[in-house]
């Protein structure tokens, strides 16, 4: 059989890494985050003080630093330098400076080396804003998934409540908006859809039924 790539893009909170995390099980195939790996960056910026304006001081640190996503029971654990920093890059300050990070040209270069490192062989899914424009533009199967930011708040407030963390969601919402707008109009690789990706609006789809039409599109390739 033929071990594909997939690429899954789209704004923040879309439902991205729920649905990769499934078609990569029931497919066996590698997940990549590759939002984890600009989050792991930005913790490990913020830990150490440094100016998030910085591009050189931010490569300097990103060339010591070792991202590496391990598979797990719910999903994937993403390690900095050999520390479990899964929980803390999904925190809001993480979250509320990621995009200033991302902006960089010479941090998305190395990011996106070390991303096809990662998709080189094939039998990935990889999930992200720039997967199907630059990180695997020969990807087989390339997915845009869309839901209004009024869907993508809420979805994130249930999550946040079911979790426990302290919600708010016209916070959330207002916060999804700038990340959007920050990540669509940067100078570097912007989230864009690529010319042949296939769009799938999920507002009113469940995520079974967005998985069985990434699964169709799939296995009409593999
Ligand atoms: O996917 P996630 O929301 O975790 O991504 C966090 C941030 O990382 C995005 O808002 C974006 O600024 C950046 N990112 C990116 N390119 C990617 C993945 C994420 O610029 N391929």
């Known amino acids: 059989m033929n071990r594909i790539s997939i690429a899954i893009d789209g704004p923040a909170a879309a439902g991205k890494s729920t649905v990769a995390k499934i078609v990569a099980n029931k497919l066996n195939y590698i997940y990549v985050d590759t939002g984890a790996m600009y989050r792991g960056l930005t913790f490990q910026a913020l830990q150490k003080g440094i100016d998030l304006q910085e ?63 990662l998709a080189a062989e094939g039998g990935v899914v990889m999930d992200g804003r720039d997967i199907g424009t630059h990180v695997i533009p020969t990807a087989e199967v390339k997915i845009f998934l869309l839901a209004s930011v009024e869907e993508r708040a809420q979805r994130r407030h249930a999550e946040n409540i079911e979790k426990g963390y302290p919600s708010d969601l016209e916070t959330l919402k207002e916060e999804i908006a700038a990340r959007d707008k920050l990540d669509s109009e940067r100078e570097v690789a912007p989230l864009k859809k690529a010319d042949d990706a296939v769009v799938i609006d999920t507002t009113s789809k469940s995520i079974d039924e967005v998985v069985e039409s990434i699964m169709t599109l799939a296995m009409e390739r593999i």
Do not use: C, F, W, Y
């Not at 490569?59 to 900095?80: A, F, M, Y």
């Not at 809001?92 to 990011?111: D, F, G, K, L």
């Open 55 to 117: 591009e050189v001081q931010l490569l300097e640190l990103l060339k010591k630093t070792e991202i590496l996503l391990k598979p797990s029971e719910n999903g994937q654990r993403v390690l900095v330098n050999g520390r479990d920093v899964s929980s803390e890059i999904r925190g809001s300050e993480v979250t509320n400076h990621v995009s200033i990070v991302a902006r960089h040209r010479m941090i998305r270069e190395e990011m996106v080396r070390r991303q096809k490192n």
